[in-house]
């Protein structure tokens, strides 16, 4: 056995690729679908990452390969990516599956549920895919650019799911853009509030890029939620591209940001268009903030963050409980 082990079952097809390629970036090696793995086969095993909902859904199963993992110290680890979302679940099996402690680490984007379901409990944000969403290794250039206010098409705009009649969750969102584009339109605001689905990464950057402010409201794993929580993808990845974010007050945002600092914030429909026409009419302070936000999401929030204190948590596990 080496000191440090190196293989890291995924039982879970779904997993973000932007922390796959940076836990293999790491030196780790993955094994996909493996829920009968035997001694030999976690010989050198890191831990197993399994998909939350399949604790809630396949619990006898989980619980089987819980038993083959404990008998080699192979801790197992989900990280809940749909919070709070999960909540709409039966509660008896969220009650059981935080009474059982299948799970050896629990991590997720957002905590505000009592429920823990391991003893390890760890926050774990999204992030910014940086190969996909950045500045091209042209940082100075396109700052530069973004300093010009000639370089924008639209004073606001967003991009997301916004299709209520299709999708239950997007209502909400869609019922506030809606409301939201009355209000600027009657300022003579310029917006471009848009569908997703279709748009390619190359086409969301440009908007982001020509956008003065880039709006964030709601999530669809916020269905029913009570409270904002969580911080969706783009609340990291619109900074990484040099966009300045107002994003909807969140719980978890003060964990990830500093408000004023790098991070610009609204309350409701009122105060989005308050703050939208601050910062509207101060442009150079809009772009200190989004270049302090950049640089602050590339120190401390890209998936290679991520990947780094996933694997962190596991070898500390194993510090504390010895490998196989």
């Not at 997007?170 to 506030?176: N, Q």
């Not at 989005?272 to 936000?293: M, Q, T």
């Amino acid at each position: 056995m080496l000191d440090t082990p190196q293989n890291l079952i995924i039982n879970h097809r779904d997993i973000s690729p932007p922390l796959r390629r940076e836990l293999l970036q790491r030196g780790l090696i993955l094994f996909d679908e493996n829920w009968t793995p035997d001694p030999a086969e976690l010989n050198n095993t890191i831990g197993c990452y399994v998909w939350f909902y399949d604790c809630l859904r396949h619990p006898i199963q989980t619980w089987r390969l819980k038993r083959r993992l404990a008998s080699c110290n192979v801790p197992l680890v989900a990280w809940n990516r749909d919070a709070p979302h999960y909540l709409n679940r039966s509660a008896w099996r969220l009650d059981w599956l935080n009474w059982a402690r299948l799970l050896d680490i629990y991590a997720s984007h957002s905590l505000i549920d009592q429920r823990r379901f391991a003893d390890n409990v760890l926050y774990l944000p999204n992030a910014a895919d940086i190969v996909s969403y950045s500045l091209g290794g042209e940082t100075e250039a396109v700052f530069s650019r973004l300093r010009d206010p000639a370089n924008y098409h639209y004073d606001v705009s967003f991009f997301g799911g916004m299709n209520g009649r299709r999708y239950k969750e997007d209502a909400d969102r869609e019922r506030f853009f809606s409301a939201i584009g009355e209000r600027l339109s009657a300022r003579g605001i310029r917006f471009l509030f848009r569908e997703a689905e279709g748009t390619s990464t190359a086409e969301q950057i440009d908007l982001i890029q020509t956008s003065r402010i880039n709006l964030n409201y709601g999530a669809r794993c916020e269905y029913l939620a009570s409270t904002a929580s969580g911080l969706p993808e783009r609340c990291y990845g619109i900074p990484a591209c040099g966009g300045f974010l107002l994003c909807d007050k969140r719980t978890h945002a003060r964990d990830d940001f500093t408000v004023g600092e790098n991070w610009a914030e609204f309350d409701g429909l009122d105060d989005c268009v308050a703050k939208i026409e601050y910062w509207l009419a101060n442009f150079d302070l809009a772009r200190d903030l989004a270049e302090r936000c950049h640089n602050h999401v590339m120190k401390h929030h890209t998936y290679a963050h991520r990947a780094a204190t996933l694997h962190e948590a596991l070898l500390d596990w194993h510090a504390q409980h010895g490998n196989c």
